[in-house]
């Protein structure tokens, strides 16, 4: 496979601020079939884009060339990672079929992952392993990979797995005796060049079950990175790798606890807080300023004071008011949140007994502060 090429220029022209050159033949893939385009350079500069459009297929170059006379370089790394990707996806994509008759809808080759979309609203754990294993001994098969054009005689005596939406010749890629599919994209010689497949997540999607998948290079990447994180884990708690999982259960459920204990103490710390407001109110009324605390704080705090007698408490948080009571008489902080902090710019409401409102402005919850002290008599 061509990985330079030394060509020269039939056309060129500028568009949107870039230059647009036609090469007498090329070794650059265009964006198509659901694959990206190739990088690369031509005479030394970078290749941003490769598209096709009526036809011909354009090289996008931020300078223009300078020169007829070109020579291609192909960024191989790319190519061959798409090429691994895709060739991955047809044999995913045919195994999932000849085994559960799942058929693909869509495919996607993106910088960081590759996905299928199949025709079945689950995916059971044991149906991902069955084919992850189906595909990964196709392509320790090495079996070969053959692309070839087709007339729509001969395509009608050909099982492709998909029949396409297009009229006249079409090109073929054949995973020997597995799959046929008509295709334009690129793909390696052999399944043994993919390396390896690895189903890495799957989910529901529109009716459908969208699997991601990685191949190749990708794939050891993925497995160095989790081995390095498991590397790591194994040395934090000590404890061998196959434990890890009843380890890591054990210190969530440890934390669980902690968090619980944590809660029952500061509820019993409210409640002494409380207390100590109470007994030191002159008032019914009473004002406090919390900044820095919770609005869950607030609200257990607010709840304890209540449970001692019979109050309108107004707590500050330095952008945000907690409003509850439970006094005898009729007073609707829903309604005075409504009618004065609105206007304010507040943003909140409640009932007649409880409301919180929040201000972007702190002058703003002063003003509207200083209005419901008048009001309801806040000290």
């Known amino acids: 496979m ?14 949107a601020g870039q230059h647009l050159v036609v090469l007498q033949e090329t070794i650059f893939y265009p964006t198509g079939g659901g694959q990206p385009h190739d990088l690369g350079t031509l005479n030394g500069e970078l290749l941003l884009d490769v598209f096709e459009e009526d036809g011909i297929i354009y090289h996008v170059l931020e300078n223009p060339l ?14 061959l990672d798409h090429m691994q990707q895709h060739t991955g996806q047809h044999l995913l994509s045919a195994v999932f079929a000849q085994k559960f008759g799942y058929a693909t809808a869509s495919f996607h080759l993106g910088a960081e992952y590759c996905s299928i979309d199949i025709s079945t609203p689950s995916l059971p754990t044991s149906e991902q392993e069955q084919v992850e294993a189906g595909v990964n ?15 729509p005689a001969e395509l009608a005596q050909i099982p492709v797995r998909k029949l396409p939406q297009v009229e006249g010749d079409l090109r073929i890629v054949e995973i020997q005796g597995i799959d046929y599919s008509p295709c ?32 190749g290079q990708r794939a050891l990447q993925d497995y160095q990175n989790k081995h390095s994180l498991c590397t790591q884990l194994v040395a934090l708690l000590s404890v061998p790798q196959e434990e890890l999982p009843t380890r890591v259960q054990g210190e969530l ?19 002494f807080k409380a207390q100590e407001i109470v007994v030191s109110a002159t008032e019914p009324t009473l004002y406090l300023d919390l900044p820095g605390a919770s609005l869950e704080e607030a609200q257990h705090l607010a709840r304890a004071i209540l449970s001692l007698g019979s109050f309108c408490v107004s707590i500050n948080l330095g952008d945000r008011l907690v409003l509850t009571h439970n006094l005898a008489q009729e007073l609707n902080l829903g309604q005075l949140v409504k009618e004065h902090a609105q206007p304010l710019g507040g943003r909140g409401g409640g009932s007649a007994t409880s409301a919180q409102v929040f ?21």
């Open 184 to 215: 334009s994209g690129t793909h390696v010689a052999t399944t043994g060049e993919i390396s390896l497949l690895k189903i890495i997540k799957v989910e529901k999607y529109k009716g459908m079950t969208r699997v991601y998948f990685l191949c």
């Open 253 to 271: 459920q440890h934390r669980l606890n902690l968090e619980r204990r944590v809660q029952e103490l500061q509820a019993e710390l409210l409640r």
């Open 359 to 379: 201000f972007a402005q702190p002058e703003s919850l002063q003003e509207f502060l200083n209005t419901i002290k008048k009001m309801c008599n806040f000290v």
């Open 137 to 151: 001994e196709l392509i320790f098969a090495n079996l070969p990979v053959l692309t070839y054009n087709v007339t």
């Open 66 to 79: 300078s020169q007829t006379d070109v020579e291609c370089v192909l960024d191989w790394a790319r190519r």
């Open 2 to 15: 061509l990985q330079e090429l030394t060509t020269t220029v039939v056309a060129s022209q500028e568009r």
